[in-house]
């Protein structure tokens, strides 16, 4: 269970920053930016999710009332609380791993692509 904290229990401010989109949220106090998310293509065999589009990565720019703002960026893909929130720092660290993770991708895919020549 998610402990209370004093910023739980203050009152909405009912005042928007200028890039919150979040709309209905009268009576909470968590503003959020429009949400970018990395969807991929289905498992070809359907074993995952019947071969839907799978989704990875959801980031937005999110703030409590009293707090900065930062980037909460969600592992499971879909802002369901399996992710954190990210300063400026936090946020580069991610791209540079982010960076190196797709030359990685890139190098395994070319390894695939000569193993399985022929096959596509
Ligand atoms: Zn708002």
Redesign the pocket.
Known sequence: MRKIQAADMAAPSG???PW???IN?LNDD???GAPIQLTVPGDETGTYDDGEPYALLWAALVCRDGQPPRIYLDALGDASGGGTRLDVAGVDAVLADLRLYADRLQQMRNHLAQITEGEQ
């Open positions: 005042v928007c920053p919150c989109t979040a949220h968590v503003h959020q």
